[in-house]
């Protein structure tokens, strides 16, 4: 026998269910994550060999298609000339450390970048591969200049505690190649490293990079150019190195992040350092 009490107690059960579906679906709306599902991505390895950019294909290869990516793999740069690829590239994930830039193949990727196109990757394949190409730094926010004492015990720190890329990440330590680099001062930083002599001293590194103590330099950073998002983390130099949790988990959600430009709205990536 259905009481009063359990009617009402029925009618105020199916309002809270279409209440919360409603939100829920408007919850989705609203707060849709950055995601890998469908997009079309253009990976470019290739540069210097020290880097291991074939290796890298190997292990970030299985992760974006397990994700549900189109990864296209291209051991040249002349993919950034392909007009129609470009235009059906959502991502751009290059490792190519150092090598020259075409004219042709600067002004296809700059052109995709401009318009949605993302842009990450991570060490000297993105923060280090055409030297003399300042347009090509420019749209990278940094460049490599020096990595004092080779392999050393450092420390990344999370400075941006908010952000969906570093969010939840704690402070790591780990060694490899500390990068010391040039950096845009507007792109929006998310981890750093300082630098300590004491680290690199014993192994007879002299002059400059021995005056270096207590400089903080950033390690991982975004940045619009355009209509797309670039994301840049330093770490990398061994595949290693991507063992290491906290760095593969913002590896993965930079390049979640960056593959967005052309779904979602544009975000303030200016973070001007001086005012
Ligand atoms: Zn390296």
Same mark, same amino acid.
């Given at each position: 026998?259905?009481?009063?009490?359990? &009617?009402?107690? @029925?009618?105020?059960?199916?309002?809270?269910?279409?209440?919360?579906?409603?939100?829920?679906?408007?919850?989705? *709306?609203?707060? &849709?994550?950055?995601?890998?599902?469908?997009?079309?991505?253009?990976?470019? +390895?290739?540069?210097?060999?020290?880097?291991?950019?074939?290796?890298?294909?190997?292990?970030?290869?299985?992760?974006?298609?397990? =994700?549900?990516?189109?990864?296209?793999?291209?051991?040249?740069?002349?993919? +950034?000339?392909?007009?129609?690829? !470009?235009?059906?590239?959502?991502?751009?994930?290059?490792?190519?450390?150092?090598?020259?830039?075409?004219?042709?193949?600067?002004?296809?990727?700059?052109?995709?970048?401009?318009?949605?196109?993302? @842009?990450?990757?991570?060490?000297?394949?993105?923060?280090?591969?055409?030297?003399?190409?300042?347009?090509?730094?420019? !749209?990278? /926010? /940094?460049?490599?200049?020096?990595? #004092?004492?080779?392999?050393?015990?450092?420390?990344?720190?999370?400075?941006?505690?908010?952000? #969906?890329?570093? *969010?939840?990440?704690?402070?790591?330590? @780990?060694?490899?190649?500390?990068?010391?680099?040039?950096?845009? #001062?507007?792109?929006?930083?998310?981890?750093?490293?300082?630098?300590?002599?004491?680290? +690199?001293?014993?192994? /007879?590194?002299?002059?400059?990079?021995?005056?270096?103590? /207590?400089?903080?330099? #950033?390690?991982?950073?975004?940045?619009? +150019?355009? *209509?797309?998002?670039?994301?840049?983390?330093?770490?990398?130099?061994?595949?290693?190195?991507?063992n290491i949790p906290q760095v593969m988990k913002m590896q993965m959600r930079? @390049?979640?992040?960056?593959?967005?430009? &052309?779904?979602?709205?544009? =975000?303030?990536?200016?973070?001007?350092?001086?005012?």
């Amino acid at each position: 026998m259905t009481t009063l009490k359990t &009617k009402h107690t @029925l009618w105020i059960a199916t309002l809270l269910f279409a209440f919360l579906s409603q939100w829920h679906v408007h919850g989705q *709306k609203v707060n &849709k994550k950055p995601s890998l599902n469908g997009k079309n991505i253009v990976f470019v +390895y290739g540069g210097w060999k020290g880097h291991k950019p074939a290796e890298s294909v190997d292990v970030f290869l299985p992760k974006l298609e397990a =994700e549900g990516a189109n990864v296209k793999v291209f051991n040249s740069l002349d993919a +950034y000339t392909d007009k129609e690829l !470009m235009d059906d590239t959502d991502l751009i994930i290059q490792t190519w450390t150092m090598g020259d830039l075409s004219k042709e193949q600067l002004n296809g990727l700059k052109r995709a970048v401009l318009n949605g196109t993302g @842009l990450a990757g991570w060490h000297g394949g993105l923060g280090d591969s055409f030297r003399n190409n300042i347009q090509y730094q420019f !749209m990278v /926010g /940094g460049q490599f200049l020096s990595h #004092p004492g080779g392999q050393t015990e450092h420390i990344v720190k999370i400075t941006n505690k908010k952000d #969906p890329i570093t *969010k939840g990440i704690k402070d790591f330590q @780990l060694k490899t190649e500390q990068y010391y680099m040039l950096i845009d #001062p507007n792109v929006q930083v998310l981890a750093t490293t300082t630098f300590d002599r004491d680290s +690199y001293k014993k192994k /007879g590194e002299a002059g400059i990079e021995n005056k270096i103590t /207590g400089s903080v330099i #950033p390690v991982v950073w975004k940045k619009n +150019y355009g *209509k797309g998002r670039v994301f840049y983390s330093s770490i990398g130099h061994n595949m290693t190195d991507f063992n290491i949790p906290q760095v593969m988990k913002m590896q993965m959600r930079g @390049l979640r992040w960056a593959s967005e430009g &052309k779904y979602m709205p544009a =975000e303030n990536t200016i973070s001007p350092v001086y005012k």
